[in-house]
């Protein structure tokens, strides 16, 4: 990220998922998420299709099923790390859910910001500035009033990427210590693969957030992230049961959902 500034990758990810159909929830407000979206897309201009939207369509689907499934299972707590301008503590906001938004400071003040000045309620979400290289996050969110005894569904989504191996094992490991058992934490993890096509999709997503001066820093391989996760005290968890093909294509993109080991 630039010094100082909101992050522009978060910016982009919030334009374009304003093109993908989200997945529905009886409750919450998509209208308020959409509205901050907008404000953030501004002019930025995204492409219509591509391995990075098909990329971006996926992770948005998986991230959204995984919310309503656990909100519809009675999880009341959602924590959403490198939040960033994921709306979906607007779109799936319900009555009695504690929404937990933890974010480096420069982008969570644009957000807060933009929040305020649209008018759109937040009073369900409390904001836990702090960057992963310096902060505490576990004392961050329980000072916040994060319900340590109780389930939580915890979102990292988007961020791995850009994080020393060391400062992602510490976030996870702190996440960790805080997370009732029972809970489960979804994240996006970016994995070098022998597939086709792969290394010339990775060259260019790397081009891509550098130009935005967000280069992307770890590189795993599957083996080096499943030793990190399960260093970091998660275990590979099921997304549940009939779920399996609606999140394949998913699970082959680097998306996983963990259980504490
Ligand atoms: C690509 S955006 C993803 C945002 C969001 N999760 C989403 O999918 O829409 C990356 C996010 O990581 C956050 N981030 C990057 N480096 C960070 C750090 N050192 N500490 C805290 N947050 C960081 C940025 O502020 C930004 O919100």
Do not use: C, N
Not at 79 to 86: P, T
Request: net charge negative; aromatic share 6%; no cysteine.
């Amino acid at each position: 990220m630039r010094a100082g500034e909101a992050s522009a990758t978060a910016q982009r990810v919030a334009a374009q998922r304003l093109r993908f159909d989200r997945a529905p929830a009886p409750y919450g407000d998509p209208d308020a998420d959409d509205v901050l979206a907008r404000d953030v897309a501004g002019s930025i201009s995204v492409p219509d299709a591509g391995p990075m939207v098909d990329y971006l369509r996926a992770r948005t689907t998986f991230f959204d099923r995984l919310v309503v499934g656990a909100i519809d299972q009675g999880v009341r707590q959602v924590v959403v790390a490198a939040a960033g301008y994921d709306g979906r503590a607007l779109r799936y906001r319900d009555h009695g859910i504690r929404w937990f938004e933890v974010d480096h400071p420069d982008t969570q003040r644009d957000k807060r910001e933009r929040l305020d000045r649209l008018g759109l309620d937040s009073s369900h979400i409390a904001f836990v500035a702090a960057d992963f290289v310096t902060d505490p996050v576990a004392d961050g969110l329980v000072e916040a009033g994060f319900d340590r005894d109780h389930v939580s569904l915890i979102l990292v989504e988007g961020v791995a990427a850009y994080l020393e191996r060391p400062v992602l094992a510490s976030l996870l490991h702190q996440l960790r210590s805080v997370a009732a058992d029972g809970s489960r934490l979804a994240i996006s993890l970016s994995t070098t693969s022998t597939r086709p096509g792969s290394e010339e999709r990775r060259a260019a997503f790397l081009a891509t957030v550098a130009s935005y001066g967000e280069p992307a820093t770890a590189t795993l391989t599957v083996d080096g992230a499943t030793h990190l996760l399960r260093k970091s005290g998660w275990t590979a968890a099921p997304v549940g049961p009939g779920r399996e093909d609606a999140f394949e294509q998913a699970r082959t993109a680097g998306f996983t959902v963990l259980a504490p080991a």
